[in-house]
């Protein structure tokens, strides 16, 4: 069973800056991809960042510029550098990790607000 463990959420003031980290039980180098997914109150759970095996990332256009995904998988932890935050960005982050099965973490909550 692989267990994600996400931690670094809280809440900051608009123009801030916050790290997710997502810590896996298993080694990050047996997934296929990983990511940060969100849910905001009310709204669908969308993807915001991921990281395939080779080190290739994609953005929503919503966060491109101002969120950075990147793994290390000596730690076996994927992070999400989330500058610049707007209130907007509030919400529930969960990590993901694809293999032949999708795993999830159980997520933090992101909160900016002044």
């Known amino acids: 069973q692989v267990k994600l463990v996400e931690s670094g959420g809280g809440t900051v003031q608009p123009g801030g800056s916050l790290r997710l980290s997502c810590a896996s039980s298993r080694s990050i180098a047996s997934f296929n991809a990983m990511g940060w997914y969100r849910q905001a109150e009310g709204k669908q759970r969308e993807l915001v960042a991921d990281?395939?095996?080779?080190?290739?990332?994609g953005y929503s256009d919503s966060v491109k510029g101002r969120f950075t995904i990147s793994r290390d998988n000596a730690k076996n932890t994927v992070y999400l550098e989330m500058n610049s935050l707007r209130p907007e960005d509030t919400a529930l982050y969960y990590c993901?990790?694809?293999?032949?099965?999708?795993?999830w973490g159980q997520g933090t909550q992101v909160t900016v607000s002044s």
């Open positions: 993901n990790a694809w293999a032949k099965t999708t795993y």
């Open positions: 990281i395939s095996l080779e080190g290739s990332t």
